[in-house]
């Protein structure tokens, strides 16, 4: 597969998505190692740290992939139930083995980000990592994670923002665009996806711009950058 979803907010691109997603859901969880260095892994931690602060017991993951942060959410607090959310049955079907492999029992199941398959107010914490910015309406997913939490509930978006200006930010830009999409094509034999991933980077809102989505939708937010700004946390507390 070489063809690859349109970028940014606005996009009919839900079709694309998935299917590309499909394509490299066996390499992806190995393509994220070799691509960040091993660094998303505290990026995770650090996420889910906010994620669990006010002691929820029921927690819904959206866009779970291959499930790294339900189950990074699971076995930090064993109690709470956390349930993945995605529509990708490939990547589901990778994260229940992984699930079953580190036996901690997560409930795993399809659902379209943008129509939330759960009644209001079903959860006390949401969390997304890495799979905002592949929404097709970033407005109408925020207003799905607001209509499934509880009053004085939390959402916690772990995602990438757009390369900051200065020499940081050019040298990853240039790793993004030139070096990420040519290891990804020879690790996961799929040119276009990797090609789409930096450029669903470079296409998305920088903090302050998803942070005032956020409080547009009635959060209280704020965030903070990880790792040179590389990655950012943003946190929404519902009144």
């Known amino acids: 597969m ?26 992806y969880d190995l393509l994220n190692r070799v691509l960040s260095l091993g660094v998303d892994r505290g990026w995770r931690r650090a996420a889910a740290q906010e994620a669990l602060a006010l002691n929820p017991q029921r927690l819904l993951d959206v866009a779970t992939g291959t499930a790294d942060f339900a189950l990074e959410l699971k076995a930090r607090a064993p109690h709470a ?14 994260g229940r083995e992984k699930a079953a492999a580190r036996q901690l029992d997560i409930v795993l199941e399809e659902g379209d980000a943008l129509a939330l398959p759960y009644a209001d107010g079903s959860f006390d914490t949401v969390t997304c990592a890495f799979g905002f910015r592949n ?9 799905e994670f607001w209509r499934v939490l509880a009053p004085g509930g ?23 665009q030139h070096v990420l ?3 990804g094509a020879l690790i996961s034999g799929n040119a276009g996806a990797y090609t789409y991933l930096p450029e669903s980077v470079l296409a998305f809102p920088p903090p302050e711009q998803l942070a005032q989505l956020m409080r547009a939708t009635g959060f ?15 946190v929404g507390d519902k009144g």
């Open 2 to 27: 070489t063809n690859r979803p349109p970028v940014g907010d606005k996009q009919d691109k839900g079709r694309d998505v998935q299917a590309m997603f499909a394509s490299i859901a066996p390499r």
């Open 220 to 234: 209280r937010t704020r965030y903070r950058l990880l790792t040179f700004g590389i990655a950012a946390i943003h």
């Open 181 to 183: 999409p040519r290891i």
């Open 154 to 176: 939390r959402v916690v978006i772990l995602e990438f923002p757009p390369p900051r200006p200065g020499l940081l930010g050019s040298v990853f830009r240039v790793y993004f």
């Open 81 to 94: 139930a956390v349930t993945g959310s995605d529509f990708v049955p490939e990547m589901l079907a990778i």
């Open 135 to 143: 929404f097709a309406d970033y407005a109408q997913g925020l207003a």
